[in-house]
């Protein structure tokens, strides 16, 4: 069985959270690190390893923005959440990195480096 995880780029995400906020998650599945050095705000952090135990904070059936560095951990996490039965799920394309590009470029980056002193 084949599932298709929808992905926005931050310009849309931004545009249905002016729109809708209030039923919007925004979860967050990066490392407390990452989380603490930058973060779109209002997202909820639920590092990767705990989404399993947590599984009940989240509702199925309301609208859910994945978030990592950079696409691909959320990418993963929002496939996973689909065989469980989210039926509304996006992954935020390029991550926040692309959102501090496009979106709010005052916010902190960090790269190879970073990913490595905290490992």
Same mark, same amino acid.
């Given at each position: 069985?084949?599932?298709?995880?929808?992905?926005?780029? /931050?310009?849309?995400?931004?545009?249905?959270?002016?729109?809708?906020?209030?039923?919007?998650?925004?979860?967050?599945?990066?490392?407390?690190?990452?989380?603490?050095?930058?973060?779109? /705000?209002? +997202?909820?952090?639920? /590092?990767?390893?705990?989404?399993?135990?947590?599984?009940?904070?989240?509702?199925?059936?309301? /609208?859910?923005?994945?978030?990592?560095?950079?696409?691909?951990? +959320?990418?993963?996490?929002?496939?996973?959440?689909?065989?469980?039965?989210?039926?509304?799920?996006?992954?935020?394309?390029?991550?926040?990195?692309?959102?501090?590009?496009?979106?709010?470029?005052?916010?902190?980056?960090?790269?190879?480096?970073?990913?490595?002193?905290?490992?």
């Amino acid at each position: 069985m084949e599932f298709d995880l929808v992905e926005k780029e /931050p310009l849309e995400v931004k545009a249905m959270l002016d729109a809708n906020k209030s039923d919007i998650m925004l979860l967050d599945v990066r490392e407390q690190w990452e989380y603490d050095l930058c973060h779109i /705000p209002n +997202s909820i952090h639920i /590092p990767l390893s705990d989404i399993t135990t947590r599984i009940s904070e989240l509702q199925k059936s309301d /609208p859910i923005i994945i978030i990592c560095h950079n696409g691909r951990r +959320s990418l993963n996490i929002g496939l996973e959440l689909i065989t469980k039965g989210f039926d509304n799920v996006i992954n935020l394309k390029g991550g926040v990195d692309q959102w501090a590009d496009d979106i709010d470029n005052t916010m902190a980056k960090y790269g190879i480096k970073e990913i490595i002193e905290n490992s």
